[in-house]
């Protein structure tokens, strides 16, 4: 039940690591909520820590054409998913949140959540402080999805904090997910947190530096499976 741990490069290399590394470092977990209730199952780590040391390099997995998979994401999905779902507050009919909604959630003294954290982060750069809250205490009771299933979001914080670095301040970001599709879903979340954070670096006169990723809750589902073990080589099922 050890967590998993792994430094890397990039997004690219840290995404095919983990989903090389998970078949030996996973438990089975049969859906009871969530995304495909009852219908899959999932490989998941027990824990996850990844430190991605130059995220603004090499953001989408490379599929070698040879093996006939389709991509899991792609740069235009992660520029769009930072500009809708990250930037863009304004909620579509019959959704109830979205993550920009709550990054950019209007403050009762003013200014956003993501405003009042680049205003900490330029007026005192090496605070403890500057976190963005993306999940409430609240979503237990209205985080219901159009399918009228329970659908909490599974990004739950932002904390930006620079680091000194030689001469320079260097802003990171730990983001925690609850939940992490680890086929599709972590190259295009990290993309786009990347892009967020290079956006925060600006704002605050920061240099752009390296994630700190987390999560109870990483996997790939059983109808990702075979994907995997073709990307990976891993033909045989581990019988561990």
């Known amino acids: 039940m050890f967590p998993f741990f792994l430094k890397a490069k990039t997004i690219s290399d840290a995404w095919f690591q983990l ?3 998970i078949f030996d470092n996973s ?8 995304s ?12 996850l820590a990844v430190f991605i040391e130059h995220p603004d390099q090499d953001i989408v997995p490379v599929i070698p054409p040879a093996l006939g998979l389709p991509a899991p994401t792609t740069m235009e999905y992660i520029e769009d998913y ?8 304004e909620l579509s009919e019959n959704e109830t949140y979205r993550y920009s909604s709550r990054i950019h959630y209007p403050m009762p003294k003013g200014g956003t959540q993501l405003e009042r954290a680049i205003e900490m982060l330029k007026e005192t750069p090496l605070t403890n402080q500057a976190v963005v809250e993306i999940a409430a205490p609240e979503d237990y009771d209205l985080c219901y999805g159009k399918d009228g299933n329970f659908d909490p ?5 932002l904390d ?7 001469d320079n301040l260097v802003l990171t970001v730990s983001c925690y997910f609850r939940s992490w599709d680890l086929w ?17 670096a600006e704002e605050a006169g920061l240099k752009n530096g390296p994630i700190y990723a987390y999560s109870a809750g990483a996997h790939i589902y059983g109808y990702q499976e075979e994907l995997a073990r073709i990307r990976t080589l891993k033909s045989q099922k581990s019988t561990g």
């Open 19 to 21: 989903i090389y590394n």
């Open 27 to 34: 438990y089975t977990q049969e859906i009871q909520r969530g």
């Open 36 to 47: 495909f209730e009852k219908e899959q199952y999932r490989l998941q780590y027990h824990g």
């Open 82 to 89: 930072f500009a809708n779902y990250l930037m863009d507050p």
């Open 153 to 157: 979001p599974c990004l739950r914080l």
């Open 160 to 166: 930006f904090k620079s680091i000194p670095k030689e």
């Open 184 to 200: 599709a879903g972590f190259p295009s979340n990290l993309g786009g947190i990347e892009l967020l954070k290079q956006y925060v």
